[in-house]
């Protein structure tokens, strides 16, 4: 019950409101594509440099109307959501800066936060107080328009990183958008965020990245993967996503990648000095441990999906 009434406050307030979309990826055409379920008559209004992709979204009734320059499209906007590469996202505060009303709400859904508040306090001077940066876990190997979904977000989380100065308003916001497009809102520090992702997201596209171009590299490669097991697969599909949008990551969030990788390169070495002097113990206690971890892992993923 308690949902429903949250979810029909959320639509009352954003069916009224003017939101424009910077960006029409997978992230961006996905946010479209859930309000248009959500709200069929909401006023929305995408930019891109693509307008095929933006003509096709407007032929798809999942926007009311299009613009390839920001100032035309962000005239008299209530929400714009940034949906671009993290180090796009200056360029655009520039084209943004001269026109954005002082009552505008802007978020972003980079993969990196650090990078994006000091964009906005180069672009700005200080970061306004209704910017509210953000950040959806959610995406796929593929990126685009044409593979963007309505039920992008649902069941996953957004993480907003709000600053002292954010005005409570504006936050609520941005809040009441994730929520109605079907995600779970948690709020936490630029500086944890960065880290966190940094483990959880980062670090494994990386890994992914470097083992199949390390493959691909030997003589024997077409032999390798063409006995390649699923373990493989599943493990190595994320070496599918965007490359422009991972190298963007890594060079926005290169610190905290860092400590991170070089904490698992220290416990490859102690994996392979365990093999190396046939330590069995030590080999049976790690993949112990980390079977552990990851069932208990699931245990509490699966008991969050029943309760949804």
């Known amino acids: 019950m308690a949902n429903n009434v949250a979810d029909n406050v959320a639509k009352s307030v954003i069916e009224n409101l003017k939101v424009v979309i910077i960006g029409l990826g997978l992230i961006g055409g996905s946010i479209a594509r859930g309000l248009a379920a959500k709200l069929p008559d909401a006023n929305v209004v995408a930019v891109g440099r693509n307008e095929k992709v933006l003509q096709q979204a407007l032929s798809d009734g999942m926007i009311s109307d299009y613009f390839t320059d920001i100032g035309q499209a962000c005239k008299n906007a209530d929400l714009i959501v940034i949906a671009v590469p993290s ?103 630029v500086k944890h965020h960065d880290e966190v992702l940094a483990a959880t997201s980062h670090l494994p596209h990386l890994l992914a990245y470097a083992l199949v171009d390390t493959l691909s590299q030997q003589g024997e490669s077409e032999e390798i993967f063409r006995y390649a097991a699923g373990g493989f697969r599943d493990f190595t599909r994320i070496a599918s996503s965007d490359p422009q949008m991972w190298h963007d990551i890594f060079m926005a969030n290169g610190d905290a990648t860092i400590t991170v990788l070089d904490e698992y390169i220290e416990g490859l070495y102690r994996m392979r000095t365990a093999i190396k002097d046939q330590n069995s113990a030590e080999l049976m206690s790690t993949f112990i441990r980390a079977k552990k971890s990851r069932d208990r892992f699931l245990a509490m993923f699966s008991a969050k999906r029943s309760k949804t």
């Open 87 to 189: 180090l796009s996202v200056k360029n655009i505060l520039k084209e943004l800066q001269p026109v954005l009303g002082s009552d505008t709400v802007v978020t972003d859904a980079a993969s990196v936060k650090g990078e994006i508040i000091e964009s906005v306090t180069q672009v700005f001077g200080s970061v306004p107080e209704n910017f509210v940066p953000g950040h959806p876990i959610a995406g796929s190997e593929h990126s685009g328009y044409s593979v963007s979904t309505a039920n992008l977000f649902e069941h996953k989380k957004v993480i907003l990183t709000p600053l002292e100065n954010t005005k409570e308003s504006s936050y609520e916001l941005v809040e009441k958008l994730w929520k109605l497009l079907g995600a779970e809102v948690i709020s936490m520090t």
